[in-house]
C-alpha cells in the first residue's frame, strides 16, 4: 500500500538540509554568546554596588532559557516539518499520533537528559533512516487507522438506525451521532475526536483509491461539511455524500463499493459471522 511517500523522500535534498541545519545552529550559538556577553556586560556597568537587578527586556524573558533548550526546540521543529511534508500524520492513527507528538513536543515531560535526546541529532543519514523506517510502517499505521475509524463508525450494540445494523461490517450509509455543530446558519464538524475521524476517514479512502492521501490539512469531506448551512445541508465529494442535521446528527454513504469492501476487509470483519450478508 505504499504511495507516493516513498518517492517523495527520495525527492528531500537531505545533505543540504543537514548541513543548512547544522551551520544554522551554529550561527545561533555564537549570536547566543554574544548576547549573555553583552547582558553580563550591562549588569556590571550598572549594577556595581549590587543593590540593583538588571532584567530589563531580553534578559527578563531569557533567564530560564539556554541555548541547549534553544537547539533542542529547533530539532523538534525540523523532525516535525519534516514529517508533515510527508504526510506521515495522515497516515497515523489518532493513538500513534498522540505518541509522536508528544515525542516531538515532549508534552507532559520534564528537560531531562533522556528527553533532551529522545530524537536523533539531524544528519542526511538520520534523516534517510528515521523517515525511511516511518515509510516502511506505513502499512502498519493504515492498519491502526482503518480498525480505529471502523470501531468510531461501527454500529455499538441495539441500535435504533437500520442503516447501522450489521454488526460486522461498515454498511454503504452509516448514521452518525454528534459529528457536527450547527450555529449561525452554518454546520461543522464537532471539534475534537469527531473531526480527526472524519479527516483519517477521507485519508484512507484516498489511499485505498491509490491517490495517496489529499492534499491540505482537513481534507475533501471536512471542507465540504464545513460548508454546508441549513438551506444546502448535502455535502459531497468524490468519495463521500453526507447529509448534516442540526441534532448533530450526519448521514453518511460511501459512494464506492469497491473501497468501502476494502476498508472491511482490512478491519478484518468480512471473516467474521454475517460479513456476506447483503
Known amino acids: 500500500m505504499l504511495d507516493h511517500t516513498t518517492e517523495l523522500i527520495k525527492s528531500i535534498p537531505a545533505e543540504r538540509m543537514a548541513t543548512v541545519y547544522h551551520d544554522s545552529l551554529e550561527t545561533i550559538e555564537r549570536a547566543w554568546g554574544e548576547i549573555e556577553a553583552a547582558c553580563e556586560n550591562l549588569k556590571q556597568a ?47 492513527s489518532s493513538k500513534r499520533l498522540a505518541e509522536l507528538d508528544d515525542e516531538l513536543h515532549q508534552t507532559n515531560r520534564s528537560y531531562t537528559r533522556e528527553a533532551e535526546d529522545s530524537l536523533p541529532e539531524i544528519s542526511a543519514e538520520t534523516l534517510f533512516e528515521v523517515l525511511n523506517g516511518m515509510v516502511s510502517s506505513a502499512d502498519e499505521f493504515m492498519q491502526e487507522s482503518v480498525q480505529e475509524i471502523y470501531d468510531a463508525l461501527k454500529p455499538r450494540g441495539n441500535t435504533k438506525y437500520k442503516t447501522n445494523s450489521s454488526p460486522w461490517k461498515l454498511e454503504p450509509k452509516v448514521i452518525k451521532e454528534w459529528m457536527v455543530e450547527y450555529s449561525c446558519n452554518s454546520f461543522r464538524p464537532c471539534y475534537g475526536a469527531s473531526e480527526r475521524h472524519l479527516m483519517a476517514l477521507d485519508n484512507i479512502f484516498h489511499r485505498l483509491d491509490g491517490k495517496g492521501v489529499p492534499a491540505g490539512h482537513r481534507g475533501p469531506l471536512v471542507d465540504a461539511i464545513s460548508a454546508c448551512t441549513l438551506d444546502n445541508n448535502v455535502a459531497e465529494t468524490d468519495l463521500f455524500k453526507c447529509r448534516c442535521f442540526q441534532n448533530r446528527n450526519i448521514h453518511l454513504w460511501f459512494k464506492r463499493q469497491d473501497l468501502l469492501d476494502k476498508f472491511n476487509e482490512i478491519a478484518g470483519r468480512n471473516r467474521l459471522p454475517g460479513a456476506s450478508e447483503d
Request: charged share 30%; proline share 0%; hydrophobic share 45%.
Open 46 to 92: 550598572f549594577c556595581l554596588e549590587h543593590r540593583y537587578t538588571f532584567e530589563l527586556g531580553l534578559t527578563s524573558h531569557a533567564r530560564n532559557i539556554n541555548i541547549k533548550e534553544v537547539k533542542r526546540a529547533f530539532k523538534r521543529e525540523a523532525w516535525s516539518v519534516l514529517i508533515d511534508r510527508l504526510g506521515i500524520r495522515k497516515l497515523m
